[in-house]
C-alpha cells in the first residue's frame, strides 16, 4: 500500500475514527485502526466490539491495500506533523513507514487476521440535522447518570414517530427532555430505543460540526438487532443500544403549577458561580422568589455564606426553592433564550425549567405544538 494525504485531512479522519479505540483493549488487535486505501480515498476507521466509527478521507492511492496500525501512535504522530503539507504512507514488509517534510516514522503492522469483524451499518430510519441533533443530545445528555451501577439511567433514550424524535436522559434527581423534527423514511416509524448517553453524546458533538443532515439508522433483526447507526458526510458510527425499560416520566410535568419566575439566564448563572466557593458538598443553594426580586443564598451561620439578589418578573405566590447548585447551572446553560422560565408545584414537587418567551426560533417544535422543546425538570432538595 501507498498512499499520500494532506496532514489536516489524516488527523480529521483519525480524530473521529479514534472515537472507537477502547482505553484498555481485551483484544491487542482493538488497540489499533485500520486504514484501506483504494481509489481515491483512503478509509479510517476502528472498533471495540460496543462503538465503531468510520470515515472516508480523500487521498492519493498509488497501491491500494489494507493494514493495521496502532492507533494512539498514529494519532499522536499525525498531531505533531507541521499544517500544510502532505503526508506519504508506504507498507513495507512486516512495518509502515511515515515521511512528511522532512520527517519519518516506521510503525509495527499487527495482523489483519486478528482483528473481528465489524458490524454492517444498519437500515436507514430517517434525517435529522445533524447541528439541531448534537445540540439536543448534549441538551439532555446533561441528565444522564456517570455512574454505572444502574445501567438505564446511564442512557438517552430516543422516541421515534413520523416527524418528531424524542430525547431525553434522568439520573433520579433531574430529567431533561428535548424534542427535535426528523424525517423518517419507515412506515411504521413509532419506536424507542436507548443510547449510551456518554457514546451518543461524543458522536453527535463531532458529528454535528459539518452541518448538513445527520443519517439515523436501526439494525434490524437479521443479525443487527439493538444497532445504532450515525451518519454524515463520509464519516459514520454505529453503536449498541442497551435493552432496558426507561423509566416513565411524561407524568411528572403534570403537577399543578403554583407560581412562574421569568428571570436573565446570563445573570442567574453569573449569581450562582458567584455564590459557589462557599458550597460545600451535597448542599443547597437556597432560592427567595419575590414579586419582582430573587434572593440567592449559599452557605450557613456556622461557616462562610454568600448572598446575591436579581431582578426577577413572578406570576403567583412568592416562594421559596433549594437545588443542587451543579445541577441547577446545567439546565440554565443548557437552554438557548436570554431569559429562562422556572416553574414551580406544591412543596415538594419538582421545579421546571423551560426556555423564556423571547426565545426567537420555535419552528423545531413537532406539529406547531405549545410544550416547550426543551424542558429540564428538577427535584428540589431540603433547606430552603
Known amino acids: 500500500m501507498k498512499v499520500r494525504i494532506a496532514r489536516d485531512r489524516l488527523v480529521e479522519g483519525i480524530t473521529w475514527a479514534a472515537r472507537a479505540l477502547p482505553a484498555r483493549?481485551?483484544?491487542?488487535?482493538?488497540?489499533?485502526?485500520?486504514?484501506?486505501?483504494?481509489?481515491?480515498?483512503?478509509?479510517?476507521?476502528?472498533?471495540?466490539?460496543?462503538?465503531?466509527?468510520?470515515?472516508?478521507?480523500?487521498?492519493?492511492?498509488?497501491?491500494?491495500?489494507?493494514?493495521?496500525?496502532?492507533?494512539?501512535?498514529?494519532?499522536?504522530?499525525?498531531?505533531?506533523?507541521?499544517?500544510?503539507?502532505?503526508v506519504e504512507l508506504v507498507v513495507e514488509p512486516h512495518r509502515a513507514r511515515v515521511t512528511c517534510a522532512g520527517s519519518y516514522f516506521t510503525?509495527?503492522?499487527?495482523?489483519?487476521?486478528?482483528?473481528?469483524?465489524?458490524?454492517?451499518?444498519?437500515?436507514?430510519?430517517?434525517?435529522?440535522?445533524?447541528?439541531?441533533?448534537?445540540?439536543?443530545?448534549?441538551?439532555?445528555?446533561?441528565?444522564?447518570?456517570?455512574?454505572?451501577?444502574v445501567p438505564v439511567l446511564t442512557a438517552?433514550?430516543?422516541?421515534?414517530?413520523?416527524?418528531?424524535?424524542?430525547?431525553?436522559?434522568?439520573?433520579?434527581y433531574r430529567l431533561a427532555v428535548r424534542r427535535l423534527p426528523w424525517r423518517s423514511v419507515t412506515e411504521d416509524p413509532t419506536r424507542s430505543i436507548l443510547a449510551p448517553a456518554r457514546v451518543?453524546?461524543?458522536?453527535?458533538?463531532y458529528a454535528g460540526t459539518g452541518g448538513g443532515d445527520l443519517r439515523l439508522a436501526l439494525g434490524a433483526e437479521d443479525g443487527r438487532h439493538g444497532l445504532l447507526g450515525l451518519a454524515v458526510d463520509r464519516r459514520q458510527?454505529?453503536?449498541?443500544?442497551?435493552?432496558?425499560?426507561?423509566?416513565?416520566?411524561?407524568?411528572?410535568?403534570?403537577?399543578?403549577?403554583?407560581?412562574?419566575?421569568?428571570?436573565?439566564?446570563?445573570?442567574?448563572?453569573?449569581?450562582l458561580r458567584r455564590v459557589s466557593p462557599v458550597v460545600t458538598r451535597n448542599t443547597?443553594?437556597?432560592?427567595s422568589f419575590g414579586r419582582?426580586?430573587?434572593?440567592?443564598?449559599?452557605?450557613?451561620?456556622?461557616?462562610?455564606?454568600?448572598g446575591a439578589a436579581l431582578p426577577v418578573e413572578l406570576t403567583g405566590e412568592p416562594t421559596r426553592a433549594a437545588f443542587n447548585p451543579a445541577h441547577l447551572l446545567d439546565g440554565l446553560s443548557a437552554l438557548r433564550s436570554p431569559s429562562a422560565r422556572m416553574s414551580f408545584g406544591t412543596t415538594g414537587r419538582p421545579t421546571v425549567l423551560t426556555e423564556g418567551s423571547d426565545r426567537a426560533d420555535h419552528a423545531d417544535q413537532p406539529n406547531g405544538s405549545d410544550t416547550p422543546d426543551y424542558r429540564y425538570l428538577l427535584m428540589p432538595m431540603r433547606g430552603a
Not at 454492517?120 to 444522564?144: H, R
Not at 451518543?200 to 458533538?205: F, G, I, K
Open 237 to 271: 458510527a454505529t453503536t449498541r443500544l442497551l435493552d432496558y425499560e426507561f423509566p416513565g416520566y411524561e407524568r411528572l410535568f403534570d403537577n399543578e403549577v403554583t407560581g412562574v419566575a421569568t428571570i436573565d439566564t446570563a445573570a442567574l448563572i453569573e449569581a
Open 25 to 86: 483493549p481485551v483484544v491487542p488487535a482493538l488497540a489499533a485502526l485500520r486504514l484501506e486505501a483504494a481509489g481515491g480515498t483512503l478509509a479510517i476507521s476502528a472498533y471495540n466490539h460496543e462503538v465503531s466509527a468510520g470515515i472516508e478521507v480523500a487521498a492519493a492511492v498509488d497501491r491500494p491495500g489494507e493494514i493495521l496500525v496502532p492507533g494512539r501512535l498514529l494519532a499522536e504522530i499525525a498531531r505533531s506533523l507541521p499544517r500544510e503539507h502532505s
Open 107 to 149: 510503525l509495527p503492522l499487527p495482523a489483519l487476521a486478528d482483528y473481528p469483524a465489524t458490524p454492517l451499518f444498519p437500515d436507514l430510519a430517517g434525517t435529522v440535522a445533524a447541528s439541531v441533533f448534537a445540540e439536543g443530545v448534549a441538551q439532555v445528555a446533561i441528565a444522564a447518570a456517570r455512574d454505572e451501577t
Open 200 to 205: 451518543l453524546a461524543e458522536l453527535a458533538r
Open 156 to 172: 438517552i433514550r430516543m422516541g421515534l414517530t413520523h416527524d418528531g424524535l424524542i430525547l431525553a436522559a434522568t439520573d433520579r
Open 284 to 287: 443547597p443553594v437556597r432560592l
Open 292 to 306: 419582582d426580586s430573587l434572593r440567592i443564598e449559599a452557605g450557613s451561620t456556622d461557616e462562610a455564606e454568600a
